[in-house]
């Protein structure tokens, strides 16, 4: 190569370099602006220590005292020498702290969501509770929202619900620091987390993370349960993350109240379903990290781009089909402050008497997310199926019967405050049922003939109901419907257990459910 040819390459690669660093620049730039701008105008709530960094956080616990002690401890029992003890400290603490980017989150991160969520789903947001929630909390109170946990797609459904509000730091499982699942969850604000770890150093530091982020006024969103329901129902709460948040009170000079939302998530479709099930059939005990990764890379890398590679090509020809609602609400937060107020002297209890509390307080929890998890058709009509006398899987079911134990089961949910969703096909109904109540209570109508009116807009949205849960019942080929009755499929039993299930208000199955007064 000539000198002069070696000067045109050299000058050509700092070209191309200068080039790149200037687009590269103002691309990011933009793409602040327009994140800024998007906070400004909706008023998102973003908490500053996010953009505090990872080195704030590593001084921060770097110069903890009870972190020092805890790795003095380990050094005399387990035979650590200091600067090992140091080096894993220094490891989990990057392991835990996020790289938290507003115009990832903004301008990737909720539009990713919202594509995914709104080509798989119909999602429904709850936007009457959000608003009751957001409105009733004080300004400075530090939120946790507290999760049913359905689907891998829960931060998905959560995140686009509240991306106009504000920007959540979700504690992850480990399954998902593989790339590039943990650059983009660490980009998004979320922090990972050892569920099944024991190591008490580790422990100590992730109390210290949790307490500092706390301290510092960031929101948190988590999952009580800590796993995905492996039969529809509940998983008992775990009270880690929530004792070690309850222990911030303890601090005299962190005077902000903590204020704990109950979040209810259902979908017509889990898209983990026939796995989380297989598990649950196959075994008792919990699944591995490894089964934990293969399912979310399955989901991730194969069954959901294939749903949305067929469903574009339904949306190409006119065809197209999701699968039922994705559907969202919020209950009446807990105010910590009132809590303690309840439990004079609980922070100073030894761990197992403090924890027996937090115990009890993370079951009444769940048992305000029960009661905000919402009634979708599935779920509704699964439900309607396993309650009728007989074996459903054994004849086939007439739809007037089905849709009887539907107005009974909708009657029934809405008695206890259970939110029933509908969305558009349900937007007439709706709209005569208001104006049916408006003129009942103006006695502008005989309440007997509101009654009758009201009957028959039940039966009306009943039938909608069914339509909508035999539709996506049937496209899993799991349901025949026609002339008048459906057929189910004896092998997809623990399908439709699965999700008569996840109405966690109603009785356990077997167990008849009472109509309230005045059901048909």
């Not at 191309?16 to 400004?40: G, K, M, N, P, T």
């Not at 009957?455 to 019942?473: F, K, M, N, P, W």
Request: glycine share 6%; net charge positive; with cysteine.
């Amino acid at each position: 190569m000539t000198p002069m040819l070696a000067l045109y390459v050299v000058l050509g690669i700092l070209g191309y370099e200068v080039v790149r660093y200037l687009v590269v620049r103002a691309v990011r730039s933009r793409l602040r602006r327009s994140a800024w701008d998007f906070v400004e105008r909706h008023r998102v709530r973003i908490d500053p220590f996010k953009f505090g960094g990872r080195l704030l956080i590593r001084h921060e616990l770097a110069n903890d005292l009870e972190i020092e002690q805890a790795m003095l401890q380990a050094v005399r029992e387990r035979g650590l020498t200091l600067e090992q003890a140091r080096d894993l400290v220094q490891e989990w603490i990057d392991e835990m702290a996020p790289r938290f980017s507003l115009a990832t989150y903004i301008k990737i991160g909720t539009r990713v969501a919202a594509a995914a969520l709104k080509t798989a789903f119909n999602p429904v947001v709850d936007h009457e509770n959000l608003h009751k929630v957001e409105t009733g909390l004080p300004a400075d109170a530090v939120r946790v929202y507290m999760i049913n946990h359905r689907s891998n797609f829960d931060y998905i459904l959560v995140s686009y619900a509240l991306h106009q509000r504000i920007a959540l730091s979700w504690a992850v499982g480990e399954w998902a620091r593989v790339w590039p699942l943990e650059t983009l969850f660490k980009a998004f604000g979320a922090f990972f987390i050892r569920r099944k770890f024991k190591d008490p150093l580790y422990h100590t530091c992730l109390r210290r993370y949790v307490q500092l982020i706390t301290k510092r006024g960031v929101t948190q969103g988590f999952f009580p349960e800590g796993m995905l329901s492996r039969d529809g129902s509940f998983n008992e709460a775990r009270v880690g993350l929530l004792d070690y948040i309850l222990l911030v009170k303890k601090d005299p000079e962190f005077r902000k109240d903590i204020r704990l939302i109950p979040v209810g998530v259902q979908f017509d479709r889990v898209v983990e379903d026939e796995m989380l099930v297989a598990e649950k059939q196959g075994r008792e005990r919990p699944p591995t990290v490894v089964e934990k990764l293969v399912s979310f890379l399955t989901l991730t890398f194969y069954r959901f781009p294939r749903a949305v590679t067929l469903n574009l090509l339904r949306i190409v020809l006119r065809r197209p089909f999701r699968q039922g609602y994705a559907a969202i609400s919020f209950g009446e937060p807990v105010s910590i402050d009132a809590w303690l107020a309840d439990h004079p002297g609980v922070l100073d209890l030894e761990k197992t008497a403090r924890q027996a509390e937090v115990k009890r307080l993370a079951q009444s929890l769940m048992d305000r997310i029960a009661k905000v998890v919402p009634a979708t058709p599935v779920p509704l009509v699964c439900r309607a199926l396993l309650e009728g006398d007989g074996d459903p899987f054994a004849a086939p079911v007439a739809r007037s019967d089905l849709v009887a134990r539907l107005g009974a089961l909708r009657k029934r949910l809405r008695a206890d405050a259970v939110p029933v969703i509908g969305g558009s096909e349900f937007e007439g109904t709706a709209a005569a049922r208001r104006k049916l109540e408006a003129t009942t209570e103006s006695g502008a109508r005989r309440p007997e003939l509101a009654q009758v009116e009201g009957e028959l807009l039940e039966t009306e949205e009943a039938e909608t109901t069914l339509r909508l849960g035999v539709d996506v019942l049937r496209r899993r080929r799991i349901l025949a419907a026609g002339d008048g009755h459906v057929r189910l499929e004896p092998l997809a039993r623990p399908i439709y257990e699965y999700y008569a299930r996840s109405l966690p208000t109603l009785p356990a199955l077997g167990v008849p459910v009472k109509a309230p007064a005045g059901a048909a």
